[in-house]
């Protein structure tokens, strides 16, 4: 019990190496999403500035876009969150195909899962709670994520955040009287967003268990909807195509309907369960598309790729400057569309590297440097919200808003190196235990499941004994497992664990010799 509480032991997984079976180029992929998250939160904060003028300002130059749009970082972790449910399993299953009717199996993957996010993440909630009324100064009374309104809400509504249902905390109020629609911890939507998609995965996964052409007709099938679920929100609310523009800082409506919703991150998700599948079949030798892949059409995918993504992030330029606006099929078209094609560009890189034809980017992406950053983005996602208000709040005035560069090196950059600090002794000392705990009780009912009633073992020993005389002490030996039926009842087949010395198994003549002599060892 005491071991999984090795702060040195924990430390050392965290930064142990790749395993031969880590699909590697996730690492930095999470690390760089996670990063472009906190920059652009970090950002956020200094709307709230004294000069708030010199803020919108900002949005109007053209290389800023990358931070103040870079709510398409989300949409990565989506898509390697599918990939990872979709290419785990299928291992699993190769290697244990019984586990294919194993209902109990199933069912544990659903406890697994909540167990392995929820300590974490509660009791860092819980963590916040306490701490945040602390850090109150000059900028937080003026700030619009007041960190008041936030301890209140999770007095409140934690109940929700337990459940994973706290990203529908504003259509809940909508038909009930609980009060402002604020959420505890505001960033932990994209938690209950994710927990929402992994609980419908098996209907993709079983599809894809069945045939893989099952498989992409079902999760086809079902991205139409969620894109059109997003068009018919997007038209009924006249809803915008992103929630920061010149024109409008913050849309309630947006996010309500649109942006925390799992219809609106269903499409990432069934991309990154099709490229696990694509992966998995790679791997075993059963899908062989490498040949496919020579050196001009891989350039042709990597352009493609370029340009989608730069498309998706700049693309809004001259509507986030408020030179433009958008009709509602744009809007709905950018933000839903958009989505499919950012995930098939990032999955493009993945593939790539899994098909060997990333070039030099397949040695950076691989590269051990990313293997324990990549292990603490969970932890630094939960606790970077935190960090971002705590330099914040312990302002002693107002923020002054210099520039988009200036706030990056004196805020963002601090507060990122603080995030991973703060991520990798959370992890160390409260995720790490939670998991290898709930990992050992699951071990121990898998065993206990896997318990038979066949008669108990005997030992055979070179020197034939009564069976019930007191056994000698074992020698160093090396077990082989061999059958043979019982005297009593000739149906019933009996296993017996037979020894012998590791002196005998230099001998193959002498094994041989061994092996025939107890099978026929007269039991009498």
Same mark, same amino acid.
């Given at each position: ?45 200094? @709307?709230?500035? *004294? ?17 103040? /749009?870079?709510?398409?970082?989300? *949409? ?43 300590? @974490? ?70 938690? @209950? ?44 609310? *006249? ?79 001259? /509507? ?72 914040? *709040? ?131």
């Amino acid at each position: 019990f005491i071991g999984p509480f090795s702060f040195y032991t924990n430390t050392s997984r965290i930064f142990a190496p790749h395993t031969s079976v880590t699909i590697r180029c996730l690492a930095p992929l999470k690390t760089i999403t996670i990063i472009w998250i906190i920059m652009g939160h970090s950002m956020l904060q200094e @709307a709230d500035a *004294d000069n708030p003028l010199r803020f919108i300002d900002a949005l109007s130059i053209f290389g800023n876009t990358l931070i103040f /749009n870079a709510y398409p970082a989300v *949409d990565t972790f989506f898509l390697i969150t599918g990939l990872l449910v979709a290419y785990t399993l299928f291992v699993k299953i190769d290697a244990h195909p019984a586990l294919l009717t194993d209902t109990t199996m199933w069912a544990l993957g659903y406890v697994h899962r909540f167990m392995r996010l929820t300590p @974490a993440y509660i009791g860092f909630v819980l963590f916040v709670m306490a701490w945040l009324p602390q850090l109150h100064g000059p900028f937080t009374s003026g700030s619009f994520t007041n960190t008041t309104y936030m301890v209140e809400n999770c007095e409140q509504k934690l109940w929700m955040n337990l459940l994973y249902i706290n990203n529908f905390d504003g259509m809940i109020e909508s038909i009930s009287s609980l009060g402002q629609t604020s959420q505890c911890y505001g960033v932990s939507w994209f938690l @209950a967003t994710d927990m929402q998609l992994f609980w419908i995965s098996p209907l993709f996964l079983a599809a894809l268990l069945y045939s893989g052409l099952a498989g992409l007709l079902v999760s086809l099938v079902a991205i139409v909807l969620s894109v059109a679920a997003g068009f018919y929100f997007t038209f009924h609310y *006249d809803l915008p195509a992103t929630s920061m523009t010149r024109k409008s800082l913050y849309n309630p409506h947006f996010n309500k309907y649109v942006y925390n919703k799992p219809w609106a991150r269903l499409s990432p998700f069934l991309i990154g369960i099709l490229i696990g599948y694509a992966i998995f079949r790679i791997r075993i030798g059963k899908l062989n598309i490498k040949h496919y892949f020579n050196a001009a059409l891989s350039i042709v995918c990597w352009g493609a790729s370029a340009v989608i993504c730069a498309s998706v992030i700049f693309g809004l330029h001259d /509507n986030i400057r408020g030179e433009v606006t958008l009709t509602s099929l744009e809007a709905a078209s950018y933000f839903h569309i958009g989505k499919i094609g950012w995930s098939i560009s990032v999955g493009w890189v993945i593939l790539a590297c899994e098909l060997d034809r990333a070039g030099p980017i397949k040695p950076f992406l691989e590269h051990s440097f990313w293997a324990p950053l990549g292990r603490l983005t969970f932890c630094a996602y939960l606790v970077h919200w935190f960090v971002i208000h705590y330099i914040y *709040d312990r302002m002693d005035r107002s923020a002054h808003f210099v520039s988009v560069w200036q706030s990056m090196l004196s805020s963002g950059l601090p507060i990122v190196m603080l995030t991973f600090i703060t991520a990798f002794f959370w992890s160390a000392l409260v995720e790490a235990p939670c998991i290898l705990l709930e990992k050992n009780f699951l071990v121990g009912m898998r065993d206990e499941r896997k318990k038979s009633p066949e008669p108990t073992l005997m030992t055979y020993y070179p020197s034939p004994v009564n069976r019930d005389d007191k056994m000698p002490k074992p020698l160093d030996v090396q077990t082989i497992n061999v059958q043979f039926y019982d005297d009593e009842d000739p149906v019933m087949i009996r296993s017996v664990a037979n020894t012998m010395s590791t002196a005998q198994t230099d001998s193959m003549h002498r094994y041989k010799e061994f092996q025939r002599r107890i099978m026929s060892f007269d039991d009498t």
